[in-house]
């Protein structure tokens, strides 16, 4: 292992984070920690997804931002792309977990930061210590936030922050814009339910959604049973034939679809959530980013402790056939979620509308 950079020779920082939009938002207390850690340093963040971009806007911690859309752009706008990183001759570079593919350690390779930080991954070979210089393994049984911060530890600083956070920093017009769309909409003032029906797209990971059937069971009943209760939908351009879907089922409710502008703006509105129910998702996080009083979330064969809500005050709602065992499912390797396609929507159709019902029913009592 190298020697600890020491706090004098930092000048230049780079946290890659890119795989999903949520995993972004959870290296936001790296970013802090790194501040604290190094605060003459210029600290700069890459990112793939332009919402993850979005939601490191305005980020107090961070010098500069990039984002390019590697899996879109050609090779060699790509190459050129990373050339332009690496003469900005990073001190050190930090792939935020979870980011098992190998594919993010080339990058790292590429823009060439004098010391490369990684975990190690299932998929770890003897290749990808040529890759990174540093590297941990990392820890199922904590969150990413933690995995993150153990970067410090090999570089022989102390962590600073006494409890991680989510840190999402919201402009004024985004905030009036919330408000604006509860007072079009009639619902300021109003305890009202969220709901995002999506989930990550790349891989198989669309199939660990929960039946769009059972949700509009569940609006259904809970219009029978709290018919002073609306329901939000969240989403964006991904769930809109889902909506449109949910619309036609469910028109003469409560009902309402968040167009909001940008994650950010949507984010905005959440923070006006009274409940809010999702599978693991960019949702789920802006949720607890937000504080929702009250989370629920679907118990997935993905959800594992790496990525839970970073608040102490949410709610699982079990899946008996995931049983707690994601890990037998999913793991941080690139490989898709294990399973055909009809058995892993199987496994998500064991989670009864009625368990979900109480749970949410409770919420509003």
């Given at each position: 292992?190298?020697a600890?950079i ?8 780079l946290?890659i984070?890119?795989a999903g939009i949520?995993?972004?938002l959870m290296a936001?207390p790296?970013?802090?920690e790194?501040?604290l850690a190094?605060?003459?340093a210029?600290?700069e963040a ?6 993850a971009?979005?939601l490191l806007?305005h ?13 879109k ?7 050129r792309?990373?050339?332009s990183?690496?003469r900005?001759r990073?001190d050190?570079s930090?792939?935020v977990h ?6 993010y ?6 823009i060439?930061?004098?010391?490369r930080?990684?975990?190690r991954y299932?998929?770890?070979?003897p290749?990808?210590?040529?890759l990174v210089?540093?590297?941990l393994p990392?820890d199922?049984?904590?969150h990413?936030?933690?995995n993150n911060?153990?970067?410090l530890d090999?570089l ?5 922050m ?6 999402l ?6 905030s009036i814009w919330?408000t604006q ?5 009639h ?6 339910l969220?709901?995002h029906?999506?989930?990550?797209g790349?891989?198989n990971l669309?199939?660990r959604?929960w039946p769009?059937?059972?949700?509009i069971?569940?609006?259904?009943e ?5 018919p002073?209760?609306p ?6 351009p991904?769930e809109?034939?889902?909506h449109?879907e949910?619309f036609?089922n469910l028109?003469?409710g409560?009902?309402?679809f968040?167009?909001?502008?940008s ?17 693991d998702t960019?949702?789920m996080?802006l949720?607890a980013?937000?504080a929702?009083?009250h ?5 997935t064969?993905?959800?594992?402790p790496c990525?839970?809500p970073?608040r102490?005050?949410w ?9 707690g065992r994601?890990l037998?499912y ?6 898709p979620?294990a399973g ?9 159709e064991?989670?009864?509308v ?6 949410v029913?409770?919420a509003?009592k």
């Amino acid at each position: 292992m190298a020697a600890s950079i020491s706090l004098a020779s930092v000048n230049r920082l780079l946290v890659i984070s890119l795989a999903g939009i949520g995993d972004t938002l959870m290296a936001t207390p790296f970013l802090h920690e790194l501040r604290l850690a190094y605060p003459e340093a210029e600290i700069e963040a890459l990112v793939m997804w332009p919402g993850a971009r979005g939601l490191l806007e305005h980020n107090p911690h961070l010098n500069a931002l990039h984002q390019h859309s590697f899996l879109k752009a050609s090779k060699f706008a790509s190459l050129r792309f990373i050339w332009s990183l690496r003469r900005r001759r990073f001190d050190a570079s930090f792939n935020v977990h979870p980011q098992g593919r190998r594919e993010y350690r080339l990058v790292a390779a590429g823009i060439g930061a004098r010391r490369r930080f990684s975990h190690r991954y299932e998929n770890h070979r003897p290749f990808d210590d040529r890759l990174v210089t540093d590297s941990l393994p990392q820890d199922y049984t904590v969150h990413a936030s933690e995995n993150n911060r153990r970067f410090l530890d090999l570089l022989g600083v102390p962590s600073q922050m006494p409890r991680p956070a989510y840190e999402l920093y919201l402009t004024a017009a985004e905030s009036i814009w919330s408000t604006q769309w509860l007072n079009r909409t009639h619902l300021v003032g109003e305890r009202w339910l969220g709901v995002h029906v999506g989930s990550g797209g790349t891989k198989n990971l669309a199939l660990r959604r929960w039946p769009l059937e059972r949700y509009i069971e569940l609006v259904r009943e809970l219009e029978l049973r709290r018919p002073e209760v609306p329901v939000v939908f969240f989403g964006g351009p991904e769930e809109a034939e889902a909506h449109g879907e949910l619309f036609q089922n469910l028109r003469g409710g409560r009902i309402h679809f968040a167009e909001a502008p940008s994650l950010r703006h949507a984010a905005a509105l959440l923070g006006h959530a009274h409940a809010f129910l999702s599978v693991d998702t960019l949702f789920m996080h802006l949720a607890a980013a937000m504080a929702v009083p009250h989370q629920f979330v679907l118990e997935t064969p993905t959800l594992n402790p790496c990525i839970l809500p970073l608040r102490a005050d949410w709610i699982l709602i079990p899946n008996p056939a995931v049983g707690g065992r994601p890990l037998d499912y999913y793991r941080y390797d690139g490989r898709p979620i294990a399973g055909s396609p009809a058995e892993i929507r199987k496994l998500m159709e064991s989670v009864s509308v009625a368990e979900v019902l109480g749970r949410v029913e409770a919420a509003f009592k």
